[in-house]
């Protein structure tokens, strides 16, 4: 049986990172809007100003996924939440608690940190994901709908009069 441990990424991770979101990029059929780069990662995430984080899972060593996160807040519960970014475990290792290791490892961050909500989105035609963090008890939040503005939007909205 095989040893699964998560450990704080280091910015030395930044290409494994780069590997393993190119690879949910690919899984998600969306690799061509990964403009993502090592340089990118190393700053963003370990720069000393940085606000986000990011976690390794390794099995008898081997990196076998990561999970990247970042603080908001909750203005209803007037405290700070946990939003998982991105949860990747390669293919080879899924179904063998790898995953539910690192919620659960984030699930701990997030009440260590005084957060009232641990909270995350999933693609809906990802139905083994969905399926999964069902079974944990995550419930969707199938009332909200989310936005997005990026690239040449969100600069044109951003500078109008």
């Known amino acids: 049986m ?3 441990l998560i450990r704080e990424a280091s910015v030395a991770d930044s290409a494994l990172i780069l590997g393993f979101i190119t690879d949910l990029a690919i899984y998600e059929k969306a690799d061509h809007e990964v403009l993502a780069t090592e340089e990118a990662i190393a700053q963003s995430i370990f720069d000393s100003n940085g606000r986000v984080n990011a976690l390794i899972c390794e099995s008898d060593g081997e990196p076998i996924g990561m999970a990247i996160y970042f ?3 909750s203005t209803w519960l007037a405290k700070p939440g946990l939003y998982l970014e991105d949860l990747y ?3 080879k290792h899924r179904g063998k608690g790898a995953g539910k290791l690192l919620l ?7 009440l260590n940190n005084g957060c009232g909500r641990f909270e995350w989105s999933c693609l809906d035609w990802n139905k083994p994901s969905r399926d999964f963090y069902e079974s944990i008890g995550a419930e969707s939040q199938d009332e909200w709908v989310g936005y997005r503005m990026s690239g040449n939007t969100l600069i044109q909205f951003a500078q109008e009069d």
């Open 2 to 4: 095989s040893t699964i």
């Open 71 to 73: 603080y908001n807040y």
């Open 104 to 110: 659960k490892k984030l699930a701990n961050i997030a």
């Open 89 to 91: 475990v390669s293919q």
